[in-house]
Nanobody, 114 residues
Framework: QLQLAESGGGLVQPGGSLRLSCTVT????????MAWYRQTLGKERELVAT???????NYVDAMKGRVTISTDTAKNTVYLQMNSLKPEDTTVYFC????????WGRGTQVTVSS
């Protein structure tokens, strides 16, 4: 059964770092474009970062320079390294392929607070 499981969120102080993981079971991330999104309850889902099947990456301006998306095909996992976190980064983060109708995972909560 195809499943995406996000993990790695938590409580971190402003300026801190987290590495989010998204492990895929039931399919492969090799050659698949994958993206990280974030969504706050009641608001639209926001794209954070994309890694395309060929390895190119793209980041939204609000996160550029502070996040890095990567893939480990051996572990079938997509990562989002987040640095210099700000309180406004607080929300739930999801991974999902932008061009495939895969199911959504439950996301992982990131809270940035002192």
């Amino acid at each position: 059964q195809l499943q995406l499981a996000e993990s790695g969120g938590g409580l971190v102080q402003p300026g801190g770092s987290l590495r989010l993981s998204c492990t895929v079971t039931g399919s492969t991330v090799s050659g698949v474009s994958m993206a990280w999104y974030r969504q706050t309850l009641g608001k639209e889902r926001e794209l954070v970062a994309t890694i395309f099947g060929g390895g190119n990456t793209n980041y939204v301006d609000a996160m550029k320079g502070r996040v890095t998306i990567s893939t480990d095909t051996a572990k079938n996992t997509v990562y989002l390294q987040m640095n210099s976190l700000k309180p406004e980064d607080t929300t739930v983060y999801f991974c999902h392929p932008p061009f495939r109708p895969w199911p959504w995972g439950r996301g992982t909560q990131v809270t940035v607070s002192s």
